[in-house]
């Protein structure tokens, strides 16, 4: 493929996996994708099975993501784990406002902007979610709710911030009920994001930044939503979960 843009796929495995089907998992795929070179791959397993993962896939191409951070470094904040703790197992990513956090942990722009400012302090590369509702998409105020949720979410970066977060396009209608957004839909999304990227920062950034498109990827679609020109990975929920699913998915996408 041929893309300025090297694609990123990452497995957001939710609070799934003991630490024994962690390894077993991860185990797998570092077996399946030893030769994969064109694509940045992911895992982020739940915090418990960090440090197991993060010792099986050393020396491999996989690297390790987590699934949240707290907006702080330490302190009195009970259940929460900071990026000086990520760091420690090697975490180089982290998924921020996802719509299950915005939804269950009602997760606001601003707590993500500034848990987003706090990974990036760390060196941690941020996976920053956003995406529509269906009464927002059927509204008709799908533009409107992501340049909402992007300019809040980025609020505060820098121009260089900006380039090495990642964007995760993940429509909420999309994420685990099985149904994908159309390839346009991916697209034309994907495109108006990169436009709002433009106008935060400028044309250049924009086109630097990594736009990965979430829900219900999977092995059969993967191949015709990577190969769009503005979708740069994916961020896999459900189909990561299998050695074979993942696999595929990455193959189909090369
Ligand atoms: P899904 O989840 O692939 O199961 O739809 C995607 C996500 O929530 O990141």
Same mark, same amino acid.
């Given at each position: 493929?041929?893309?300025?843009?090297?694609?990123?796929?990452?497995?957001?495995?939710?609070?799934?996996?003991?630490?024994?089907?962690?390894?077993?998992?991860?185990?797998?795929?570092?077996?399946?994708?030893?030769?994969?070179?064109?694509?940045?791959?992911?895992?982020?397993?739940?915090?418990?099975?960090?440090?197991?993962?993060?010792?099986?896939?050393?020396?491999?191409?996989?690297?390790?993501?987590?699934?949240?951070?707290?907006?702080?470094?330490?302190?009195?904040?009970?259940?929460?784990?900071?990026?000086?703790?990520?760091?420690?197992?090697?975490?180089?990513?982290?998924?921020?406002?996802?719509?299950?956090? +915005?939804?269950?942990?009602?997760?606001?722009?601003?707590?993500?902007?500034?848990?987003?400012?706090?990974?990036?302090?760390?060196?941690?590369?941020?996976?920053?979610?956003?995406?529509?509702?269906?009464?927002?998409?059927?509204?008709?105020?799908?533009?409107?709710?992501?340049?909402?949720?992007?300019?809040?979410?980025?609020?505060?970066?820098?121009?260089?911030?900006?380039?090495?977060?990642?964007?995760?396009?993940?429509?909420?209608?999309?994420?685990?009920?099985?149904?994908?957004?159309?390839?346009?839909?991916?697209?034309?999304?994907?495109?108006?994001?990169?436009?709002?990227?433009?106008?935060?920062?400028?044309?250049?950034?924009? +086109? +630097?930044?990594?736009?990965?498109?979430?829900?219900?990827?999977?092995?059969?679609?993967? +191949?015709?939503?990577?190969?769009?020109?503005?979708?740069?990975?994916?961020?896999?929920?459900?189909?990561?979960?299998?050695?074979?699913?993942?696999?595929?998915?990455?193959?189909?996408?090369?």
């Amino acid at each position: 493929m041929n893309k300025d843009r090297k694609l990123i796929i990452a497995g957001n495995w939710k609070m799934n996996k003991t630490v024994a089907e962690a390894i077993d998992l991860v185990n797998g795929l570092k077996r399946e994708l030893a030769t994969v070179k064109e694509v940045d791959l992911v895992v982020a397993p739940p915090f418990t099975a960090l440090s197991e993962v993060t010792r099986a896939i050393l020396d491999s191409n996989i690297r390790l993501g987590a699934q949240n951070m707290s907006e702080h470094n330490f302190g009195a904040y009970t259940g929460e784990i900071c990026a000086a703790m990520l760091k420690e197992f090697s975490v180089r990513y982290v998924i921020l406002g996802h719509s299950e956090r +915005r939804q269950y942990q009602k997760e606001s722009n601003e707590t993500i902007a500034r848990k987003a400012l706090a990974a990036h302090a760390a060196s941690l590369k941020p996976i920053v979610c956003i995406g529509e509702s269906l009464d927002e998409r059927k509204g008709g105020q799908m533009e409107q709710v992501l340049e909402t949720q992007l300019r809040g979410s980025l609020a505060g970066f820098s121009n260089d911030q900006l380039e090495e977060t990642i964007i995760a396009y993940e429509p909420v209608w999309a994420i685990g009920t099985g149904v994908t957004a159309t390839t346009e839909q991916a697209q034309s999304a994907h495109a108006f994001i990169r436009r709002v990227l433009a106008s935060i920062a400028d044309e250049a950034t924009a +086109r +630097r930044v990594r736009i990965q498109y979430g829900g219900s990827v999977k092995p059969s679609n993967a +191949r015709e939503l990577m190969s769009q020109p503005d979708v740069d990975g994916a961020l896999v929920g459900g189909a990561s979960l299998e050695i074979r699913s993942f696999t595929e998915i990455v193959k189909n996408s090369i």
